[in-house]
């Protein structure tokens, strides 16, 4: 294709698909392909006739991204081998080579340059015939993809260990196969100008909120970017309140979870090669909720439900509780635990808040070097690291062992709320500064102002702390506790219909 010349192209660099028209003659479709894919030396264009000559062919491809034999054996080789007198064949038409020839399974016909040039690109292969105007599309993907394993971010310990992978159509099968149904509804549609990646809408016809799914459908027909390369690219676009800490939109790794989200009446959407689909709406108890939950009896998921609930409390209170207790509000302390705290301190070389501030980045950096070293030595590294630093710094007194214990106790109970971290890390750094200036004030001022916040976040019109501002036993069934399983009676209050079908 080094001779070809170049395609015209629109203002914003793209080629210009209206400048090219499908033409009956075979030559003049292979020119209009090269000079669309000047330069990209991985195009394939295979040319072939059958053996009478009757039928002059080509297959245009991506090299790597089709399976080879079978674009071979159910394209290339019938055509080759086609003779007018061994088979019922009174012409050469187009539906004569798609009806008795190509035995691909899924073959389809088109005459738009544009979605010729899709098809092409998304691995499939492209069929271009002598004498017609238009050309076939042959299913032939066969590209590498990563197996379905168990995610790292979501292990369960008794419940289904499959996760999604960075396929489209093994993530939707992976919903299907859990969702035997016809009111399962998959709606497509391409996000990104240049990338035009695929997008699925997945959810139950007779349990989603009509309103929920035509707002959503109204926010992707807005965005306007160049590329979707993965779910979170969305996230940010279609986000409530897109400068809240918060998250409003769901994601997860398990196809189980997916489909428990979309039998609550819930949008799921499946991205080409990002392994996390997104649900909505997402409301602040999903936060708290744990793959196991479900698999385990009630009584241990309602008390590890509890637990993170406080953990929550601890991560984002205690360095500014601690903070405030020792430097403004000493005696609110015990006698014993002021001389034992004084002790520790007197010997320090800084104030209380600025061990706290020092104590909380390095543990944040040893996390982060844990997460992004490999497998063998990130644990390892996080953990003993933290010990080892920790304990140095003691010995060497420059910071007290109380400030160390309330720093762990914090990084520690962060890690039980992970989908929290960053909104956790906000509230906790901005409580502690009030706290140094003001004492317990500050820190009650904070809490007030994140829970008014909470209070005003909505998902795609549903309130975000739907469950936990209510008493009303039938909307607080899985909130703080779970309720067995044959008392859930009715689903989240976004669904069309709220009555759990028995």
């Not at 409390?313 to 002021?338: C, K, N, R, W």
Request: glycine share 6%; charged share 20%; with cysteine.
């Amino acid at each position: 294709m080094a001779g070809s010349k170049q395609p015209q192209t629109n203002l914003e660099g793209m080629v210009d698909y209206s400048a090219f028209r499908m033409s009956e003659s075979l030559a003049e479709n292979l020119s209009m392909i090269r000079t669309i894919f000047t330069g990209d030396d991985a195009v394939i264009i295979r040319e072939f006739e059958s053996r009478d000559g009757k039928i002059r062919c080509a297959a245009v491809y991506v090299d790597g991204m089709i399976n080879t034999q079978m674009v071979v054996l159910s394209v290339i080789r019938p055509i080759c081998s086609f003779e007018r007198k061994r088979l019922d064949i009174t012409g050469t038409t187009l539906d004569d080579i798609q009806s008795k020839l190509v035995s691909g399974n899924e073959v389809k016909r088109s005459q738009d340059i544009k979605t010729c040039v899709s098809t092409v690109l998304c691995g499939d292969t492209l069929v271009l015939t002598d004498g017609s105007q238009e050309a076939l599309l042959v299913g032939s993907k066969g590209y590498a993809t990563r197996a379905v394993i168990e995610p790292d971010n979501e292990k369960s310990l008794r419940g289904p260990r499959e996760g999604f992978t960075e396929s489209f159509m093994v993530n939707l099968s992976l919903i299907r196969r859990r969702l035997q149904t016809s009111d399962l509804k998959l709606s497509f549609l391409r996000l990104g100008t240049r990338t035009e990646t695929r997008v699925c809408l997945c959810y139950l016809d007779s349990l989603v909120d009509k309103s929920v799914l035509k707002e959503l459908r109204n926010r992707l027909s807005q965005i306007s970017t160049d590329s979707v390369l993965c779910t979170n690219y969305l996230e940010e676009f279609v986000k409530d309140s897109r400068l809240s800490p918060f998250k409003t939109t769901g994601s997860s790794e398990k196809p189980d979870i997916v489909a428990a989200r979309l039998l609550e009446g819930r949008v799921g959407v499946v991205v080409d090669g990002s392994p996390l689909v997104m649900t909505v709406p997402y409301l602040l108890i999903e936060n708290f909720q744990a793959p196991d939950d479900y698999y385990v009896n009630f009584y241990y998921s309602s008390a590890g439900r509890l637990v993170r609930f406080l953990a929550f409390f601890l991560t984002i209170s205690v360095p500014a509780v601690y903070v405030s207790l020792v430097g403004f509000h000493q005696e609110m302390i015990p006698d014993s635990l002021i001389a034992v705290l004084s002790a520790a301190s007197s010997h320090t070389p800084f104030p209380v808040i600025l061990e706290c501030l020092g104590l909380l980045v390095v543990f944040d950096v040893l996390r982060e070097a844990g997460i992004r070293s490999s497998n063998k030595i990130g644990q390892a590294l996080s953990i003993v690291g933290g010990l080892v630093v920790g304990q140095a710094a003691i010995e060497a007194k420059i910071i007290g062992a109380p400030t160390l214990i309330v720093v762990a106790l914090t990084g520690i109970t962060g890690m039980l709320v992970s989908k929290l971290s960053s909104a956790g890390l906000l509230i906790r750094t901005g409580a502690l500064l009030m706290s140094a200036f003001v004492g317990l004030f500050g820190y009650f001022f904070v809490m007030v102002m994140v829970s008014i916040h909470l209070l005003s976040l909505q998902s795609f019109g549903c309130d975000y702390m739907s469950g936990l501002t209510t008493l009303k036993s039938n909307m607080a069934q899985d909130v703080l506790f779970r309720a067995p399983i044959w008392n859930m009676k009715t689903r989240p209050q976004f669904a069309r219909n709220t009555r759990r079908q028995k």
